[in-house]
T-cell receptor
C-alpha cells in the first residue's frame, strides 16, 4: 500500500535553516502537503505543492518536490523557537484522502 | 477565523461500550473526514463523506464504525462496541474542495478504552 517516510527528529539552533525530508510511494498524488502539529493542538496546514511543480516558496517556507525520486522537502528559513512542533508530510489524492508520514519532531534551541 | 470543533476533547469508556464523537465542520465546507492517530503511530485515514454518503473508507473502518451528518452542522463518528485497540486520538477534518485537499482539522478527541 501507499507509504510515507520521514526522519523522526531534527534539532537546529534558532536562526538556522531547517530541512525536513519525506519520501513517498504513491506516484498518483496530485497535491503534497505539509502539516504542523503543536503540543495539544490539531493539524495545521502549512503549505502544499501541486504535483506538476518543482518548487514553491511561501515566506520562510520552501517546498521542493522531486517527482522522479518521490522526494519532498520542507525548508524553514531563519527557524524560530515558535517553529518547534511536529511536521507531517502528507501526499494527497483528488479524493481528499491524505497519507501521513510519522512526523518529524523539530526542536529549535535558543 | 472559522475552525473545525470537536467534542469531547477526551472520553474514557469501558470496552464494549458505544461511543459517539462529534464534530462541527466549517460551515461552507462540503467534504468531511475522520482520521485517527494511535499513540506513537501515524495519522491514519478512516473515512471521507460527501453529499450524505461515504465516498471512501479504509480497511480500519469496519462494521463497528459508522458516520452520520444528522443535521446541517454536525458530523459524527460512532464506534458501536469499543475495543482496547480503538484507543487513539480521533481527528475530524473538512474541506471545501476534495481535489485541492486543503483539509482543516479539529483539535482531536482522545478516546481511551479500558
Amino acid at each position: 500500500g501507499e507509504d510515507v517516510e520521514q526522519s523522526l527528529f531534527l534539532s537546529v539552533r534558532e536562526g538556522d535553516s531547517s530541512v525536513i525530508n519525506c519520501t513517498y510511494t504513491d506516484s498518483s498524488s496530485t497535491y503534497l502537503y505539509w502539516y504542523k502539529q503543536e503540543p495539544g493542538a490539531g493539524l495545521q496546514l502549512l503549505t502544499y505543492i501541486f504535483s506538476n511543480m518543482d518548487m514553491k516558496q511561501d515566506q520562510r517556507l520552501t517546498v521542493l518536490l522531486n517527482k522522479k525520486d518521490k522526494h519532498l522537502s520542507l525548508r524553514i528559513a531563519d527557524t524560530q523557537t515558535g517553529d518547534s512542533a511536529i511536521y507531517f508530510c502528507a501526499p494527497g489524492s483528488n479524493t481528499g484522502k491524505l497519507i501521513f508520514g510519522q512526523g518529524t519532531t523539530l526542536q529549535v534551541k535558543p | 477565523e472559522p475552525e473545525v470543533t470537536q467534542t469531547p476533547s477526551h472520553q474514557v469508556t469501558q470496552m464494549g461500550q458505544e461511543v459517539i464523537l462529534r464534530c462541527v465542520p466549517i460551515s461552507n465546507h462540503l467534504y468531511f473526514y475522520w482520521y485517527r492517530q494511535i499513540l506513537g503511530q501515524k495519522v491514519e485515514f478512516l473515512v471521507s463523506f460527501y453529499n450524505n454518503e461515504i465516498s471512501e473508507k479504509s480497511e480500519i473502518f469496519d462494521d463497528q464504525f459508522s458516520v452520520e451528518r444528522p443535521d446541517g452542522s454536525n458530523f459524527t463518528l460512532k464506534i458501536r462496541s469499543t475495543k482496547l485497540e480503538d484507543s487513539a486520538m480521533y481527528f475530524c477534518a473538512s474541506s471545501l474542495d476534495s481535489r485541492t485537499g486543503e483539509l482543516f482539522f479539529g483539535e482531536g478527541s482522545r478516546l481511551t478504552v479500558l
